[in-house]
């Protein structure tokens, strides 16, 4: 079967349907997901055979993009690439983009930001417990953030307020007294335990702050693996403390690097074992749970999170990770990584899981 070339008018009309769909909630996000899957089989092998072998159209494993990540455009090269954290000794993952793709990003990105994180808002004052997209540019959360604030935040009063040395809590002192003073509203954005280290910080050096009316924090990830035990409620108690915030102000995303878009808290009731919100769906993008054993859907319990993001142009756009998702009628809760051995889908390369051996 011949190859879709990046430039084939199948890829062009292909690319307008998602940018309308995000762009405006219209058009066919079924025939979109059957175009993306032709694209997929088609133009790799290794995704071909592994739809081919695996039951109940299960997404590609994360684990997939450590080894050999798949990239559907040969004959266009990649404009970025984003890689996973990773620790020493560990293969990162990499996720690779054409313009297309990350015109698509982009879009997603602004789009859930408008109505996730500043709906009702004018230009807040955002501030970036993350680093800058020069000093992290393979980091896919700093170069979402980057975007989500040159374009929605204040120009001259959204920081990033963490440098090479950590948190300059000069820089965010002197932002949020400036802020309490002309009652502007801050949201706050960065990683889930950043908070955690921040809120302590400041309570040890006696500092609180009773943000202005709109002002909202939203933190990214969660605590699973964490040496030091907090929970949901827990966070939001010291985010209330110290910055005067209320729990109802408090939102949680999900973002992957392998994935375009981004999930966000849909309801504000506590299902997972450390309170984790369910993530909602919209039109281009949703989480859903697999048996860990069988794979297949779920729409209450726990099991594989299985994220479909229909922004996603330049490689597999059903990712099957190695996290636990709780399936209930409000969306789905993450809660932390699956360990090894509870699940044959979370830990397989693409090669492992399309070998024979991987169902016998």
């Known amino acids: 079967m011949a190859r879709i070339r990046y430039r084939d008018p199948f ?31 088609t133009n ?9 072998r695996m039951p109940h159209g299960a997404g590609v494993p994360d684990s997939a993009f450590k080894v050999d990540p798949p990239y559907y455009f040969p004959d266009e090269p990649p404009v970025r690439t984003f890689r996973t954290s990773g620790t020493t000794g560990q293969t990162r993952g990499a996720a690779s983009y054409s313009a297309r793709g990350m015109q698509l990003m982009e879009a997603s990105i602004l789009r859930q930001a408008r109505s996730q994180i500043t709906g009702g808002l004018d230009a807040p004052i955002f501030l970036r417990l993350v680093p800058p997209e020069s000093r992290a540019p393979e980091m896919v959360m700093a170069y979402g953030m980057e975007r989500i604030v040159s374009a929605l935040g204040h120009p001259e009063l959204s920081a990033c307020v963490i440098d090479a040395r950590g948190i300059d809590y000069a820089l965010l002192s002197a932002r949020l007294d400036l802020a309490v003073r002309d009652a502007l509203p801050v949201v706050l954005i960065g990683g889930s335990f ?20 709109g002002s909202r924090v939203v933190d990214a990830g969660g605590f699973k693996g964490r040496a030091r035990g907090i929970d949901v409620a827990g966070l939001r108690a010291l985010l209330h403390r110290s910055l005067g915030v209320s729990p109802a102000a408090c939102l949680n995303l999900f973002g992957m690097t392998e994935l375009a878009s981004q999930l966000y808290d849909a309801a504000d009731s506590a299902l997972g074992p450390l309170g984790e919100r369910p993530k909602g769906r919209s039109t281009f993008v949703w989480p859903q749970v697999r048996d860990a054993y069988d794979l297949q859907l779920r729409t209450h319990g ?59």
């Open 11 to 41: 890829v062009a009309r292909l690319f307008d349907d998602i940018a309308q769909l995000v762009t405006d909630d219209t058009g066919d996000a079924a025939s979109i997901e059957a175009r993306l899957s032709e694209l997929g089989r």
């Open 44 to 52: 790799s092998p290794a995704v071909a055979d592994y739809v081919r």
């Open 194 to 213: 950043a908070f955690v280290n921040v809120c302590e910080e400041l309570e040890a050096r006696g500092l609180r702050w009773s943000l202005p009316r």
């Open 302 to 360: 726990s099991g594989l999170l299985e994220v479909v993001d229909l922004c996603i142009l330049d490689r597999p756009h059903r990712i099957l990770t190695g996290d636990r998702g709780i399936a209930s009628a409000h969306g789905v809760a993450i809660a932390g990584r699956i360990e090894r051995g509870q699940s044959r889908g979370c830990s397989l390369t693409l090669d492992a899981i399309t070998s024979q051996e991987a169902h016998d």
